[in-house]
């Protein structure tokens, strides 16, 4: 099987920032450290902030010696601001990455406003997004309170809340006690946990055992579980004997199950067969029962019928009836017609009963009928009447006078017909790990099951 070439980085992009700050680092090497004063942020408010004159990036009288450097001359705070602007004004998108990640080993609190300056100055676009987020996380880990001071009073909405992410994960890095003891001093809180993240994923960068035994301690929750995903992928770089073993050195409970879901979902995107042989040998109902449906999730993009064939060959449990239909409904999106066949191939069985019904929402919008006929086969009675009332609406939503009458007709209960003849609006796809499939596909019953 060809397997694609995923990174599993951090549940979060700032990752490529840092490493794109870096790269820098690693290609063009310093021969020495700044000379630059790297203490204390003057205090400086937005309108001292002055953009480059007219766009130009390099100001009157200043000479472009950043092209001309050799690899192994000095950044230094006194010639960051033209490095810096030769970088800005490279058209190669490589080069310039490159270029810029070394200009900002000579940031420091003096002439980080003027670095701000000059990409504010930039056309806006990806380029200019990806630039300031390396400037705040190179500011982040040189003056993390100023550079999260900045992201949050004087940056606006979505960008101040990414640029906060990134000085943190910055901070983080080079200190992550002095950044946690930060973000645990914060009166104002954490909206949507993003500094947290910040923090796990910079902290991880040189101390994973140390932010993976911070996050063991976090209550459970919605952070806390991405959080972990963090963790996960962090072991994982090292390689999956790494994250195996730290999920192994992990007490049974909530956490590890957590643990256990993250890693094998982003393992499955690297190598699904070694995720899913890995899972077999923990217990299903267990710890792994989350997984299951992670890794089936993740194969069927790939391999919707190995994911399939996978998932329908564990042991019997809640889990792998789940398994099962993610992955039919993600072949069934692919190929409606295999995975028809597929199902009609299996023993007729109850627990199948998920997989027909996320079958029967993804073929409606194509074969109303078809879809009514596999409804119609799922042997759990309540599982049932709440296909067929769903694929009802949709049916409903397509041709209103077909479905009213196919309501009419039915044998559901006054109650459900009236729940089909008003459907709600239509989400735009359904998630079956809530006990509804998504719409779409098209194939044809053939009456087999």
């Not at 073993?245 to 879901?261: Q, R």
């Not at 792998?320 to 295999?338: F, L, S």
Request: glycine share 10%; charged share 20%; proline share 6%.
């Amino acid at each position: 099987m060809i397997k694609k070439p995923v990174l599993v980085l951090s549940a979060l992009w700032v990752g490529t920032v840092a490493c794109a700050f870096f790269a820098g680092r690693s290609i063009f090497p310093r021969t020495g450290d700044a000379t630059g004063d790297s203490g204390g942020a003057t205090k400086v408010t937005r309108e001292q902030v002055r953009p480059s004159p007219s766009g130009n990036p390099h100001q009157a009288g200043e000479s472009l010696i950043f092209d001309t450097l050799s690899p192994t001359t000095e950044v230094t705070p006194g010639n960051m601001l033209v490095a810096l602007r030769s970088a800005l004004s490279n058209p190669d998108p490589v080069q310039r990455l490159l270029q810029f990640g070394r200009a900002l080993e000579g940031l420091d609190p003096q002439n980080v406003r003027e670095a701000l300056a000059l990409i504010e100055n930039q056309p806006r676009g990806r380029s200019q997004m990806q630039e300031l987020n390396l400037l705040m996380y190179a500011w982040g880990s040189i003056d993390g309170p100023s550079a999260l001071e900045y992201a949050s009073n004087e940056m606006n909405g979505r960008m101040g809340r990414f640029s906060s992410v990134t000085a943190m994960s910055g901070w983080a890095a080079s200190d992550p006690q002095a950044a946690l003891e930060w973000t645990q001093s914060r009166e104002d809180g954490d909206e949507n946990g993003m500094i947290l993240l910040g923090l796990v994923s910079g902290w991880a960068t040189n101390d994973i055992s140390g932010a993976a035994e911070y996050v063991a301690t976090l209550p459970e929750g919605r952070e806390r579980n991405r959080a972990t995903g963090i963790i996960a992928s962090g072991y994982l770089r090292d390689g999956a004997s790494s994250a195996v073993n730290w999920i192994d050195s992990l007490p049974d409970g909530e956490f590890k199950s957590s643990a256990v879901s993250s890693l094998s979902r982003q393992w499955a995107q690297i190598d699904p067969e070694a995720s899913a042989s890995w899972i077999e040998q923990i217990s299903i109902e267990g710890e792994s029962s989350d997984a299951v449906i992670a890794i089936a999730a993740t194969w069927a993009r790939e391999d919707p019928a190995e994911a399939a064939n996978w998932a329908v060959s564990l042991p019997s449990s809640d889990a792998r009836d789940r398994g099962v239909a993610v992955a039919v409904n993600r072949w069934a999106a692919q190929d409606p017609n295999a995975a028809g066949d597929w199902l009609n191939g299996m023993p007729a069985e109850e627990n199948l009963d998920p997989a027909v019904s996320a079958f029967a929402q993804r073929i409606v919008r194509d074969d109303p009928l078809a879809a009514i006929s596999w409804a119609e086969s799922i042997y759990d009675g309540e599982l049932r009447e709440k296909s067929l009332t769903e694929v009802g609406q949709s049916w409903f939503r397509q041709d209103p006078e077909s479905a009213a009458a196919w309501a009419a007709s039915s044998g559901l209960s006054q109650e459900l017909q009236t729940a089909i003849v008003n459907p709600p609006p239509d989400d735009g796809g359904r998630d079956y790990r809530r006990g509804r499939g998504f719409f779409g596909g098209g194939a044809a019953f053939d009456g087999n099951r």
